[in-house]
């Protein structure tokens, strides 16, 4: 494991970060009724802390020496709430294991506080999906 194989993992989470920010935005503007005001409510928080990751990644790629993607990862359009949000569901909890996985690589170079820093990130994405886990329960 080297420093490009970390380069590269925190690529994919940069690419799926802004495929994320995509897919909440696109969400949102699918979300109606009463259950719709609140969705757009939590998506809208969740945005911005997708953002944050994003600029972040964008940040330590450039210092590690490599170059940030822009392309967003791409995603299905589910049909109706109760799937779009099991996708949303699935999708925070694999970002959940990559940034715990590329935490423990960034350990494993002795960058100490990027380990932390993408633990932290682990633990928001896993405050996204107990969010989402708790809308779905009462769908
Ligand atoms: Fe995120
Ligand atoms: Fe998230």
Redesign the pocket.
């Known amino acids: 494991m080297s420093k490009e194989d970390l380069i590269q993992g925190l690529n994919e989470d940069l690419a799926a970060e802004w495929g994320?920010v995509i897919r909440y935005t696109y969400q949102a503007g699918k979300s109606f009724g009463v259950l719709g005001v609140e969705l757009r409510e939590m998506f809208k928080e969740?945005i911005q802390?997708?953002l944050g990751h994003a600029a972040f990644l964008t940040d330590v790629i450039i210092d590690l020496g490599g170059e940030p993607t822009t392309m967003p990862k791409e995603f299905t359009k589910s049909e109706g709430l109760k799937a779009m949000l099991e996708l949303d569901l699935e999708m925070?909890q694999q970002?959940v294991e990559n940034y715990t996985k590329h935490a423990q690589m960034a350990g494993d170079l002795g960058l100490i506080e990027l380990q932390m820093k993408l633990e932290e990130m682990a633990a928001?994405?896993a405050g996204?999906g107990r969010e989402l886990r708790r809308i779905v329960k009462g769908l």
Request: glycine share 0%; no cysteine; proline share 0%.
């Open positions: 994320t969740e802390d997708e925070e970002d928001d994405e996204h």
